[in-house]
């Protein structure tokens, strides 16, 4: 059965440390979607990468970056020099066959930063 | 990039009353919308699936006949939380599928039934 879990609940962390959340899948298809949300207190989902299951490159935008690992089936995503703006939950979510199928998500990590 | 709608963005009702919550995508259409809820501090968990121009699929312990879908045109479908009660407040979230696959959401709707 398909299952994203994020075994993080919370992380704390100053402002300028690097953190990782860590995100683990579970499928069966051999063709697969992972995706990275930010929820601010607001709720709104702010899109922050996809990925398929052909394309291993990890990933580099600015202060973010994703570990994509099919041998662990991890898709990890670490943010660099945190800032307060990045306190937020973060979803990893998965979405099995065609990229427009329903998500399923994982229960998230709510990422602290203090200054 | 594509935008979605929905309203209104917060709705407070008393027990008993029927809500509708309208997605909207507007400026693609959509013959696919989902629909999720979001209960506090918890992750967002599909309710159902919304075809234009036919019935919505609805996932397992949803009851299809209390959260009414109806997906009428390309671009919006609507929830309809029939006879609300306080165990359904909670932040209803659509998304929308475009022609090329990618998948948009909108923006919530947080529901509290006194």
């Known amino acids: 059965a398909q299952k994203v879990t994020q075994a993080q609940t919370e992380i704390s962390v100053v402002e300028k440390e690097d953190v990782t959340l860590d995100c683990v899948y579970e499928?069966?298809?051999?063709?697969?979607?992972l995706f990275w949300y930010k929820q601010p207190p607001s709720g709104e989902l702010v899109f922050l990468i996809r990925?398929?299951?052909?394309?291993?490159q990890n990933e580099i935008s600015g202060r973010y970056s994703w570990n994509f690992q099919k041998s662990t089936s991890s898709f990890n995503f670490t943010i660099t020099a945190s800032q307060v703006v990045d306190s937020a939950v973060y979803f990893c979510?998965?979405?099995?066959?065609?990229?427009?199928?329903?998500?399923?998500f994982g229960k998230g990590t709510t990422l602290s930063v203090s200054s | 990039g594509a935008v979605v709608s929905q309203h209104p963005s917060r709705v407070i009702c008393k027990s008993g009353t029927s809500v509708k919550i309208e997605c909207r995508s507007l400026?693609?259409?959509?013959?696919?919308m989902f629909w999720y809820r979001q209960f506090p501090k918890q992750s967002l968990m599909l309710m159902a699936t919304?075809?234009?121009?036919?019935?919505?699929?609805?996932e397992q312990g949803v009851e299809k006949d209390k959260f009414l879908i109806n997906h009428a045109s390309l671009t919006l479908s609507t929830l309809t939380v029939t006879s609300a009660h306080p165990e359904d407040s909670s932040f209803y979230i659509c998304?929308?599928?475009?022609?090329?696959?990618?998948?948009?959401f909108g923006p919530g709707t947080r529901l509290t039934v006194l």
């Open positions: 998304s929308a599928r475009d022609q090329g696959d990618e998948q948009f």
């Open positions: 499928t069966r298809d051999t063709t697969y979607y």
């Open positions: 990925r398929n299951s052909f394309d291993e």
């Open positions: 979510a998965l979405s099995e066959n065609q990229a427009g199928t329903a998500l399923i």
């Open positions: 400026d693609f259409q959509a013959t696919t």
């Open positions: 919304s075809n234009e121009g036919s019935k919505a699929t609805y």
